[in-house]
């Protein structure tokens, strides 16, 4: 008992460890999903992980026929505001559907009835075509379903497998009958004859379940992933069978694999890795590696600070009051991004924190950190406006220094930029009418106190922490996908 207390200390150690912020992805992620309820919660993992970046999601047929996988990947990636991660339909094949697919059709993956415009569907293999295409990292495959959208994709374009970094599978290898396999044998076999690395990663025992005790760590997790987590774990279907011990961790043990690998026995055969969820660890492990990862993406990355100071008494009243709600609203990510915003702009103004905002949302888009995306600005060089171009350098990480921020030559009186990620390109703006309540409040302080005086000033700054407290970034922006280069 004490050596398992003891190995359980040491494990907590090394997590807190492994889910720090590194600055950069570890992975460069594709996803191949096939539509169970296992599949919901490990793409939420992995969407979660500051240290993986999925670059797009491809939907099979495996539990669900691709175009419902589709609905609820879309579903899902608007339910985290991460529009901008493409999606794949792959080809149905001519097999019957098993008998759990009625159950999971029937979980509801975000809100059903929401359909983002900025969400492109496009065939996998052409989506896998333009990923590949130019892409400076190697990129892992996870496949959550079979390996026929990736073998079938490599059967066309066999060059691209000295950029792959290895594939990552679900699949019980202990047994010839595992659902994965049996959807494409053959597929496995093409796979083998490669030389590209194959991890085949399983839980071979029902130690680890979704049960209360999991949905407990869940609910307790500061996380917008864990939270989605929670609530689609809330349907009635779902219940029934967490009381019939009927969920297990399955591929959701997949994002625990890439960041902890310590948890886990593997045996390597040639190109292929067996492993396995250690089934002689503590459940509560398990259960707290899972609320750190999910927790690991929105805790803010810091360079100078071990943790971004929150302490209500280091501010000043006017902030100290707006505090804890506005980041419970919005995250300690946005409070930190405009708190450097105000400190290195000289004064909390307007459009400095809209841009804060804004550069907020396009990481959020795209499901990047700082120092990836590339900006050009539409406000100019004259201020208020372009005020803007502080606030979107900063919580970004698009700055001039680093060469990813541009100022067009143009200007648009509404705060308007355009970004890319990876060839893709958005125009993002405020909405007209935030925009038209903005302009009439700062006339009013003109009219009323006059431009130079401290009075004005004084009202700018009420005005200012009004916009940062009651403004959400998901909702006063307008997005617009531009044609890929």
């Given at each position: 008992m004490i050596k398992k207390i003891f190995a359980t200390f040491l494990l907590t150690l090394l997590l807190n460890a492994t889910f720090a912020h590194s600055g950069k992805p570890k992975f460069h992620v594709v996803i191949d999903t096939d539509g169970a309820i296992d599949d919901m919660r490990a793409i939420s993992m992995l969407l979660a992980q500051?240290?993986?970046?999925?670059?797009?999601?491809t939907c099979s047929q495996g539990t669900l026929l691709s175009d419902s996988v589709g609905q609820k990947v879309?579903?899902?990636?608007?339910?985290?505001?991460?529009?901008?991660?493409?999606?794949?339909?792959g080809d149905d094949i001519n097999e019957k559907l098993p008998v759990w697919a009625s159950f999971a059709q029937n979980i509801e993956w975000g809100n059903p009835t929401f359909r983002s415009s900025n969400i492109k569907r496009i065939n996998s293999g052409k989506l896998l075509d333009r990923i590949f295409e130019n892409y400076p990292e190697k990129i892992t495959l996870?496949?959550?379903?079979?390996?026929?959208?990736?073998?079938?994709?490599?059967?066309?374009?066999?060059?691209?497998?000295?950029?792959?970094?290895?594939?990552?599978?679900?699949?019980?290898?202990?047994?010839?009958?595992?659902?994965?396999y049996s959807v494409s044998p053959?597929?496995?076999?093409?796979?083998?004859?490669?030389?590209?690395?194959?991890?085949?990663?399983?839980?071979?025992?029902?130690?680890?379940?979704?049960?209360?005790?999991?949905?407990?760590?869940?609910?307790?997790?500061?996380?917008?992933?864990?939270?989605?987590?929670?609530?689609?774990?809330?349907?009635?279907?779902?219940?029934?069978?967490?009381?019939?011990?009927?969920?297990?961790?399955?591929?959701?043990?997949?994002?625990?694999?890439?960041?902890?690998?310590?948890?886990?026995?593997?045996?390597?055969?040639?190109?292929?890795?067996?492993?396995?969820?250690?089934?002689?660890?503590?459940?509560?492990?398990?259960?707290?590696?899972?609320?750190?990862?999910?927790e690991s993406g929105t805790t803010t990355n810091n360079r100078v600070f071990n943790s971004f100071p929150t302490e209500q008494e280091l501010y000043k009243p006017a902030y100290s009051n707006i505090l804890k709600e506005t980041i419970g609203k919005f995250g300690p990510i946005e409070w930190k991004a405009i708190c450097l915003t105000n400190e290195i702009h000289g004064h909390t103004g307007i459009y400095s924190i809209v841009g804060a905002?804004?550069?907020?949302r396009a990481m959020e888009y795209f499901n990047v950190g700082v120092n990836n995306l590339t900006i050009k600005t539409f406000a100019g060089h004259e201020p208020p406006l372009s005020c803007f171009n502080d606030g979107i350098q900063i919580s970004s990480g698009a700055t001039i220094g680093q060469g990813l921020i541009t100022v067009s030559d143009t200007v648009l009186h509404i705060p308007t930029a355009q970004v890319e990620f990876n060839r893709q390109k958005i125009l993002i703006s405020l909405?007209?009418?935030?925009?038209?309540?903005?302009?009439?409040?700062?006339?009013?302080?003109?009219?009323?106190?006059?431009?130079?005086?401290?009075?004005?000033?004084?009202?700018?700054?009420?005005?200012?922490?009004?916009?940062?407290?009651?403004?959400?970034?998901?909702?006063?922006?307008?997005?617009?996908?531009?044609?890929?280069?």
């Open positions: 500051n240290d993986i970046r999925v670059l797009a999601i879309e579903a899902l990636l608007s339910a985290f505001h991460h529009e901008g991660i493409p999606v794949g339909i996870v496949a959550l379903g079979s390996l026929k959208t990736y073998a079938d994709w490599l059967k066309q374009n066999p060059q691209n497998d000295n950029k792959i970094d290895r594939i990552v599978w679900y699949n019980n290898f202990k047994t010839n009958d595992d659902f994965n053959e597929s496995l076999s093409f796979i083998e004859s490669l030389k590209i690395r194959l991890d085949r990663v399983g839980n071979v025992s029902n130690t680890f379940l979704v049960d209360e005790q999991y949905l407990s760590v869940i609910a307790n997790t500061n996380s917008p992933y864990a939270k989605q987590i929670e609530e689609v774990h809330k349907s009635p279907e779902i219940v029934a069978r967490i009381k019939q011990k009927h969920l297990v961790l399955w591929d959701d043990i997949i994002p625990l694999y890439l960041t902890v690998p310590i948890l886990f026995e593997s045996t390597k055969n040639e190109n292929t890795r067996e492993v396995e969820l250690n089934s002689n660890l503590p459940v509560a492990v398990i259960d707290d590696a899972i609320s750190k990862l999910l905002k804004m550069g907020i909405k007209p009418e935030i925009a038209t309540q903005m302009q009439k409040d700062i006339k009013y302080g003109v009219k009323t106190y006059g431009l130079e005086s401290e009075t004005y000033w004084l009202y700018i700054e009420e005005l200012a922490l009004r916009y940062w407290a009651e403004y959400d970034r998901n909702e006063i922006f307008a997005i617009k996908c531009l044609d890929e280069n």
